[in-house]
Structures are given as structure tokens and as C-alpha cells.
């Protein structure tokens, strides 16, 4: 009974937790962002690739 009548309380760590959830928030962001970049690299190197072949083949050169 005496505990729930004290006045005291304890320290928030509230901005901790808000910092925490910030980091992690920049951090997958940045995640996405690398990710997303990375797939259109490897999408235009295809499209590259296979503009390329198509070129070697109506030319007559065709790989082995």
C-alpha cells in the first residue's frame, strides 16, 4: 500500500527509446534506398546485356 502512494519516478528512459526507434528507422531506410539502387543497376545491365545479343545475333554473331 505504502508503494502505490510514493511519488517518486523512476528516470524515463523515453528518449532512448525514441532515439532507438529513430537509428533504426534511418538504418532500414537506408537499407531500401541501397537495395532499390542496387535493382536498377542489375535491371539496366540486363536490358545492356540483352540489347547486346540481340545486336550479335541480327549481325551474325553468334555466341557458341
Not at 49 to 58: A, F, I, P, Q, W
Given at each position: 500500500m505504502i508503494l502505490l502512494l510514493q511519488t517518486d519516478l523512476p528516470p524515463s528512459n523515453l528518449p532512448y527509446l525514441i532515439s532507438a526507434f529513430v537509428v533504426t528507422g534511418?538504418?532500414?531506410l537506408g537499407y531500401i534506398y541501397f537495395i532499390f539502387r542496387r535493382r536498377q543497376e542489375t535491371q539496366s545491365?540486363?536490358?545492356?546485356?540483352?540489347?547486346?545479343?540481340?545486336?550479335?545475333?541480327?549481325a551474325g554473331r553468334e555466341q557458341p
Open positions: 534511418v538504418a532500414f545491365e540486363i536490358t545492356r546485356l540483352v540489347s547486346t545479343m540481340e545486336e550479335d545475333k541480327s
